[in-house]
């Protein structure tokens, strides 16, 4: 494989990438080759990114009947909503973070999310 650098000016490269190949077709042997010539730019602009993924935080104990607990990185509001997106719950952290969710018996046995407001921490909760 050949392959050769040229530094044209401070933010443009160029690279000439070529390799041969040898094969044989019934004894008969075949050279290919081929060259190709990539340029390319490169800058400090930002064309694309990945949103952050939350921090997913464990419950104890999960499933549940009664009450949940869980701690957050940081003392915040949580909002818990369950399945079909609906807000079940406003909630405020302890300033030590802890979050303890005690349901009224209204609300169903099912699967509920707890979502701090900067959405960056979640926790799954399953009540039976």
Same mark, same amino acid.
């Given at each position: ?14 690279? $000439?990438?070529?390799?041969? $190949? &040898?094969?044989?077709? !019934?004894?008969? *042997? &075949?050279?290919?080759? %081929? ?8 800058? !400090?602009? #930002? ?14 104990? !999960?499933?549940?009947? %009664?009450?949940? @607990? ?6 915040? @509001? #949580?909002? &818990? ?6 807000? #079940? %719950? ?12 005690? *349901? ?19 926790v799954r909760l #399953?009540?039976?």
């Amino acid at each position: 494989m050949l392959c050769t650098y040229e530094k044209i000016n401070l933010l443009r490269y160029t690279f $000439l990438l070529g390799w041969l $190949l &040898i094969t044989a077709d !019934n004894d008969c *042997p &075949i050279n290919v080759s %081929e060259v190709r010539t990539i340029t390319f730019l490169v800058t !400090n602009q #930002v064309l694309a990114t990945s949103q952050r993924r939350p921090l997913y935080l464990p419950a104890s104990p !999960n499933p549940f009947r %009664e009450d949940v @607990s869980f701690r957050l990185a940081s003392p915040q @509001s #949580v909002m &818990i909503v369950d399945g079909l997106g609906r807000t #079940v %719950e406003h909630l405020t952290s302890h300033p030590d973070g802890t979050v303890t969710w005690k *349901p009224t018996a209204t609300v169903s046995p099912g699967l509920y999310v707890g979502r701090t407001a900067d959405g960056r921490q979640l926790v799954r909760l #399953v009540r039976e």
